[in-house]
């Protein structure tokens, strides 16, 4: 893991929709979220805009825990765990 920054995820737990959001002194052209279930699938993919946040919606997510993993570049700055209710 990476010194490149950390990601807060507020709020989390959440019912319908959660932000992310890379902190970091650093340039974060092109990063990317990832989440994958319990399983290890990945269920979500996308890009951190600008203002380095992705909304991220409920949407065909189930209640349950997902685990996240942002990268740039194929190095992973951040993993950590979402809580869907």
């Known amino acids: 893991l990476s010194n490149a ?3 807060k995820v ?3 737990p959440f019912a319908y929709q959660t ?3 890379i902190s970091s002194s650093q340039k974060m052209d ?3 979220l990832k989440i ?3 399983l290890g699938q990945e269920v979500i993919s996308a890009f951190f805009g600008a203002d380095r946040k992705v909304i ?3 949407g065909k997510l189930n209640s349950g825990v997902y685990f996240y993993e942002v990268s740039q ?3 992973i700055i951040s993993t950590g765990k979402i809580a869907v209710e």
């Open 5 to 7: 920054g950390t990601v």
């Open 10 to 12: 507020y709020p989390n």
């Open 19 to 21: 932000t992310l959001e």
């Open 30 to 32: 092109n990063a990317v």
């Open 36 to 38: 994958f279930d319990v």
């Open 56 to 58: 991220l919606s409920k």
């Open 73 to 75: 570049k194929d190095k």
